[in-house]
Each structure stands twice: as C-alpha cells, then as structure tokens.
C-alpha cells in the first residue's frame, strides 16, 4: 500500500505541473488577446488555436485528479440496490472496467499520434506539429487509466476501508 501511494504522490505532482502550466498559459493567453484587441484593436492570430489546445490539454490533465478526488460520475445507481457487503467488489468490477477503457483509449489515441507524426502534419495558425497537440490527449487518458487502476488496487488490498477514489474513502465528507 506504501508502494502504491509513493507512485500516487509522483502522479498527483506531475499533473498539477501539467494542469497549472495549461490552465495558467491558457489564461494568460486568452487575457491578452482580450487586451490585444481592445486596446490595440489587433487580435493575436494564434490564441484561438494555442487556447484550443490548452482547453484540450486542461480537460485530460484534469480527468486523473477527478478520479484521485472522487469529482468524476459514479455509477451508484446498481450500488443502492446491491447489500452492502458486495458494493465494494462492484466498484472494483466498475473501476477496472473504466482502467480498461482509458487504457484502450490512450492505446489507440498514441496510434493516431504515431500517425500524425509520421505523416508530419501541423496547426493552421502556429505550424506546430499535429502530433504534440494530440499527446495530451494520450497522457491524459494514460494517467487516468493508471488512477483506476490504483483505485482497484487499493480497494483489493485494502481490506478495511472501501476508497472511492485514490485519496479519497468512502464515507469521507468531500474536502474540496
């Protein structure tokens, strides 16, 4: 379990690097196009494009602290129904399910990098490579995918306690 929340510390720091430098650029870049085209009456010709990108790369950084937080959609609605004593297991069943997909997303999200790479096409407005628009993509579904997977873990090895999302238990009133 120690192991577990070693790996779990290093990808919460990771993301809010990556979160904090989209988001901050994002705003930053957005706040001065405003400031461009007011003022100077010119709008910068690339902070639709790099905000388009930033909003792409906020929202699949964010996806794995949603997990880590419990702020992503449960599916309760069979929970209610199930006795308690089983509900744990069908989360864990649900969670390994969602790692799956994530997984299988990021797979096939890097394939379609690979490809863009290979075929070396680029943004209209910036003449960036396609490919490094995509990656955040893949490291977005990738981190999420491992959250779930940690999620299941903890829940397999933990015996006492039932986590709903990796530094969250259930039960815990929402700190956030």
């Known amino acids: 379990m120690q192991a577990i929340q070693k790996v779990n510390s290093y990808l919460r720091v990771l993301e809010r690097f990556l979160m904090?430098?989209?988001?901050?650029?994002?705003?930053i870049l957005l706040i001065a196009n405003v400031f461009s085209r007011v003022v100077l009456n010119d709008s910068i010709s690339f902070a639709e494009e790099l905000g388009s990108i930033c909003m792409i790369a906020s929202v699949y950084f964010g996806c794995?602290?949603?997990v880590r937080k419990c702020k992503h959609v449960r599916m309760s609605a069979l929970m209610d129904l199930i006795p308690p004593r089983y509900s744990k297991y069908y989360a864990v069943f649900i969670d390994l399910i969602t790692a799956a997909v994530?997984?299988?997303?990021?797979?096939?999200v890097g394939r379609y990098c690979i490809s863009a790479y290979g075929l070396g096409s680029t943004t209209v407005a910036l003449r960036v490579p396609r490919w490094i628009c995509i990656l955040p993509v893949v490291?977005?579904?990738l981190f999420t995918g491992?959250?779930?997977?940690?999620?299941?873990?903890?829940?397999?090895?933990?015996?006492?306690h039932y986590w709903?999302?990796?530094e969250r238990q259930f039960g815990e009133p929402d700190s956030d």
């Open 102 to 108: 994530y997984l299988f997303l990021a797979y096939n």
């Open 64 to 66: 794995p602290y949603c």
């Open 164 to 166: 709903i999302g990796t």
């Open 139 to 141: 490291i977005g579904c």
């Open 20 to 27: 904090a430098f989209t988001v901050g650029g994002m705003a």
């Open 146 to 160: 491992l959250q779930y997977l940690l999620l299941v873990v903890m829940n397999l090895t933990d015996r006492k």
